[in-house]
């Protein structure tokens, strides 16, 4: 039998959703049958390894050739603890996952789970790490949709292209991420639209009325107000993205840092410094500032030394 040591480490590592540790461990697992004299558990031991490899390279075939450069495919290892954002705001994604997993119960009911939502906020203030998260959570391939190229590469062909695109949400199980969703939702009134662009956001009207898969689709756009009205009641959930506010920043520098982390590291002024940056501009910040320490031979950032990559960054944002 399994050692205690290898089945606490199986253990382990399900809960924490590592698959390829788990496989390891599962050979490991295998080998020690084997020298035990157990060659047929052993042996089914592999095969149902290998059979789970196998279908995970299935489940990454690449795209249609007619979308490669249009929509890019990625599995995704983003943790939920990585998300740094308001409690009301982590409330409602919990339920997008909590759906999502008792969607058959729901359905018993005739009711659907939220699938269709719509991320709005500044850049860099977790928008696209929140399809991560759902990817990771949910065990799910991520999907993203450059919609920028949809309408510059396609003119003219936009729809019959975005018909690929929702033909392989019903056939790809999935999230799919339309990124820079106002280059196809702006609103149809708008005076200076092409027609071509009108069709496009009617055609992606219609076909999200349509899509009945089991997918998750998620749109993410930075300017709500060009959004045409009509596509807000199109999803189950609109969610509202801002910069951190303090509490948030200095989790988020925590989670970064770790254990580069100063024992002496002074709050008030990285608290005060960071002010108005975006996640994505702390982020940079901190990583930064832990590649100075290291490149300097050193083992732990300073609050001088992260101060520092924040003024940097925050020189970058206001264009100075």
């Known amino acids: 039998m399994a050692t205690a040591e290898q089945i606490k480490s199986l253990i382990r590592s399900h809960f924490g959703n590592e698959i390829e540790r788990f496989s390891t461990i599962a050979l490991q697992v295998a080998a020690h049958e084997a020298k035990q004299g157990h060659t047929a558990l052993a042996f089914e031991i592999r095969e149902l390894v290998d059979k789970e490899h196998f279908k995970k390279k299935q489940s990454v075939r690449s795209t249609p050739q007619d979308l490669q450069g249009l929509v890019r495919k990625e599995d995704q290892d983003t943790p939920k603890s990585a ?8 409330i409602r994604i919990e339920r997008i996952i909590h759906e999502y997993r008792q969607q058959n119960k729901l359905k018993a ?43 510059t590469k396609f003119m003219g062909e936009s729809s019959a292209k975005l018909r690929q695109i929702f033909d392989l949400i019903q056939q790809e199980h999935g999230i799919y991420l339309f990124d820079e969703f106002d280059a196809i939702g702006g609103e149809r009134s708008i005076d200076n639209d092409v027609g071509e662009m009108r069709r496009v956001l009617n055609a992606f009207l219609q076909f999200i009325d349509q899509d009945q898969s089991d997918s998750l689709i998620v749109a993410a756009t930075n300017n709500p ?22 509490e948030d920043r200095k989790r988020l520098i925590k989670n970064i840092l770790g254990t580069f982390i100063s024992k002496r590291f002074v709050w008030q002024s990285v608290i005060e410094t960071s002010a108005d940056l975006s996640h994505a501009e702390i982020d940079h910040a901190c990583r930064d500032a832990i590649k100075n320490v290291i490149l300097s031979d050193q083992t732990k950032v300073s609050h001088n030394q992260l101060l520092q990559t924040l003024k940097e960054r925050r020189g970058a944002h206001q264009g100075l």
């Open 83 to 90: 998300l740094v954002i308001p409690d009301t705001l982590n």
């Open 109 to 151: 009911y005739g009711l659907d789970h939220r699938r269709k939502i719509l991320l709005i906020g500044p850049p860099g203030t977790g928008k696209t790490m929140t399809a991560r998260v759902l990817a990771k959570e949910l065990h799910l391939m991520l999907y993203t949709i450059q919609v920028d190229r949809l309408i």
């Open 225 to 246: 107000r060009l959004l045409d009205q009509a596509l807000f009641r199109r999803f189950d959930d609109v969610l509202y993205y801002k910069a951190p506010q303090p």
